[in-house]
C-alpha cells in the first residue's frame, strides 16, 4: 500500500458501484470553526471576549508525506446581533473547499441561528440553519491507472446540489459554587443533510459516489483561573452511517500573556497539538487579531507512511 498513490486509491474507490465516506473534512482547531460544524453554534470570541464580529480563514493540509493528499481552505465569517430581551439573532456565512486527489468540492453556505436568551452573554439557546450550494467534481483525467482505457469515464465532471444544515447549541455562564464565573456549551448538529447519490455520466459510462450525513456533537467548557488565563476543555463528537464514533478529546491553556497551547487525543489514535498567539487592540480598541497552528500524527501503521498533517487559523475579531 505504501507505493500505491492517491489518485490510484481514488480510482479503486470509484470503481465501486455505490461509495459511502466522509465528505466533509477534519480541523484540529475546531473550536475555531464552531460555526462551519454547527449552525447554531455561538463563537468563543463572544463567549470569552464578548466580540460581536468574527471573520477568518483557514488552511490545512492533510497527509503531508502523499502525493496530493487532501487540502482544505475556508473563509468565515460570523454577527451576533445582542439584544436584552427574549431572542437575539445571528448571521454569517462560509466558503469551504476541499481537494484529495482527482476529487474535490466547493461549498458557499449562509447561515442565520436565534438564540433564546434574556441576555446573550450570560446563556442561552440557539437554533440555527444553514443554507447554500455545493459543487462536487471527478477530475477523471488526473487518475493513473494500471492500464489504458480500464475506466468507463475519462472525461472531467462537475455537479452542483443545493444543501442545508441543523444545528442546536446551549451555553452558560455559572453563578455560585466551585465553578462560578466559569462557562459550559454543548450542541449536536447535521451540517448536511441531503444524503444524495452523487452520479457522473457521459456517453462512454458512468461511476457514483453517496454523500452521507453527518452527525457532530460539541462539548466545552471555559474554566477561568484567578490570573486572567483560563483552560478549555473539549470535546467533538462525530458519527458517519457504516463507520465508528469518533472524539476527539482536547485541551487548551489560554495564557495570561497573548499566548495559548493546546493538545490532544482522538479515538482513531491521532495525537493533536496547537498553538496560537492573540494580539489585542490590534487595529481598533478592543479588536482581536488571532494566529494558530495546529499539527496532527496518526499513531498507525499508516502513520509514518501517510506523513503529519499542518493547519494554519486566521481570524480577527471586533464589536466588543
Same mark, same amino acid.
Given at each position: 500500500?505504501?507505493?500505491?498513490s492517491v489518485?490510484?486509491i481514488?480510482?479503486?474507490?470509484f470503481?465501486?458501484?455505490d461509495l459511502?465516506?466522509q465528505?466533509?473534512?477534519l480541523f484540529?482547531?475546531?473550536?475555531d470553526h +464552531?460555526? =462551519?460544524?454547527?449552525?447554531a453554534?455561538?463563537s *468563543?470570541?463572544? &463567549?470569552v471576549?464578548? $466580540?460581536?464580529?468574527t471573520?477568518?480563514a483557514s488552511y490545512r493540509?492533510?497527509?503531508?508525506?502523499?502525493e496530493?493528499?487532501p487540502e482544505?481552505?475556508?473563509?468565515?465569517?460570523?454577527?451576533?446581533?445582542?439584544?436584552?430581551?427574549?431572542?437575539?439573532?445571528?448571521?454569517?456565512g462560509?466558503?469551504l473547499?476541499?481537494?484529495?486527489g482527482?476529487?474535490g468540492?466547493?461549498?458557499l453556505?449562509?447561515?442565520?441561528?436565534?438564540?433564546?436568551?434574556d441576555?446573550?452573554y450570560?446563556?442561552?439557546l440557539?437554533?440555527g440553519?444553514?443554507f447554500?450550494?455545493?459543487?462536487?467534481?471527478?477530475?477523471?483525467?488526473e487518475?493513473?491507472l494500471?492500464?489504458?482505457?480500464?475506466i468507463?469515464?475519462?472525461?472531467?465532471?462537475?455537479?452542483?446540489?443545493?444543501?442545508?444544515g +441543523?444545528? =442546536?447549541?446551549?451555553?452558560r455562564?455559572?453563578? *455560585?459554587?466551585? &465553578?462560578?464565573?466559569? $462557562?459550559?456549551?454543548?450542541?449536536?448538529?447535521?451540517?448536511?443533510?441531503?444524503g444524495?447519490d452523487?452520479?457522473?455520466?457521459?456517453?462512454?459510462?458512468?461511476f457514483?459516489?453517496q454523500?452521507?450525513?453527518?452527525?457532530?456533537?460539541?462539548?466545552?467548557?471555559y474554566a477561568y483561573?484567578?490570573d486572567?488565563?483560563?483552560?478549555?476543555?473539549?470535546a467533538?463528537i462525530?458519527?458517519v452511517?457504516?463507520a465508528?464514533?469518533?472524539?476527539?478529546?482536547?485541551?487548551?491553556?489560554?495564557?495570561?500573556?497573548?499566548?495559548?497551547?493546546g493538545?490532544?487525543?482522538?479515538?482513531?489514535r491521532?495525537?493533536?497539538?496547537e498553538?496560537?498567539?492573540l494580539a489585542?487592540?490590534?487595529?481598533?480598541?478592543d479588536?482581536?487579531?488571532r494566529i494558530?497552528y495546529g499539527?496532527?500524527?496518526a499513531?498507525?501503521?499508516?502513520?509514518?507512511?501517510?506523513?503529519s498533517?499542518?493547519e494554519?487559523n486566521?481570524?480577527?475579531?471586533?464589536?466588543?
Amino acid at each position: 500500500m505504501k507505493n500505491i498513490s492517491v489518485p490510484i486509491i481514488a480510482f479503486l474507490l470509484f470503481a465501486l458501484s455505490d461509495l459511502s465516506a466522509q465528505h466533509l473534512p477534519l480541523f484540529t482547531q475546531y473550536r475555531d470553526h +464552531l460555526s =462551519l460544524l454547527n449552525p447554531a453554534a455561538v463563537s *468563543g470570541d463572544y &463567549l470569552v471576549y464578548e $466580540q460581536s464580529v468574527t471573520i477568518g480563514a483557514s488552511y490545512r493540509r492533510q497527509w503531508v508525506g502523499l502525493e496530493a493528499g487532501p487540502e482544505t481552505q475556508t473563509l468565515h465569517g460570523t454577527y451576533l446581533h445582542a439584544q436584552r430581551e427574549s431572542m437575539s439573532w445571528q448571521f454569517g456565512g462560509h466558503l469551504l473547499n476541499d481537494q484529495t486527489g482527482p476529487t474535490g468540492f466547493t461549498g458557499l453556505y449562509g447561515r442565520i441561528s436565534g438564540i433564546l436568551t434574556d441576555d446573550p452573554y450570560f446563556g442561552g439557546l440557539s437554533f440555527g440553519l444553514s443554507f447554500g450550494a455545493v459543487q462536487y467534481r471527478v477530475k477523471a483525467t488526473e487518475i493513473r491507472l494500471r492500464e489504458e482505457n480500464d475506466i468507463l469515464t475519462a472525461t472531467d465532471q462537475a455537479q452542483m446540489y443545493p444543501d442545508f444544515g +441543523l444545528g =442546536l447549541f446551549a451555553y452558560r455562564r455559572i453563578e *455560585g459554587g466551585l &465553578l462560578d464565573g466559569n $462557562q459550559v456549551y454543548a450542541g449536536l448538529s447535521v451540517p448536511q443533510v441531503f444524503g444524495l447519490d452523487l452520479q457522473f455520466e457521459d456517453e462512454e459510462g458512468t461511476f457514483s459516489t453517496q454523500r452521507v450525513q453527518h452527525y457532530y456533537g460539541l462539548l466545552g467548557m471555559y474554566a477561568y483561573l484567578s490570573d486572567d488565563s483560563f483552560l478549555e476543555p473539549s470535546a467533538w463528537i462525530k458519527y458517519v452511517p457504516g463507520a465508528p464514533v469518533n472524539v476527539d478529546l482536547n485541551l487548551r491553556y489560554q495564557m495570561q500573556s497573548n499566548f495559548w497551547i493546546g493538545t490532544g487525543l482522538s479515538t482513531a489514535r491521532m495525537f493533536h497539538l496547537e498553538l496560537g498567539y492573540l494580539a489585542f487592540d490590534f487595529l481598533t480598541d478592543d479588536s482581536i487579531f488571532r494566529i494558530g497552528y495546529g499539527f496532527d500524527y496518526a499513531f498507525r501503521d499508516y502513520g509514518p507512511a501517510a506523513g503529519s498533517t499542518h493547519e494554519i487559523n486566521i481570524s480577527f475579531a471586533f464589536g466588543g
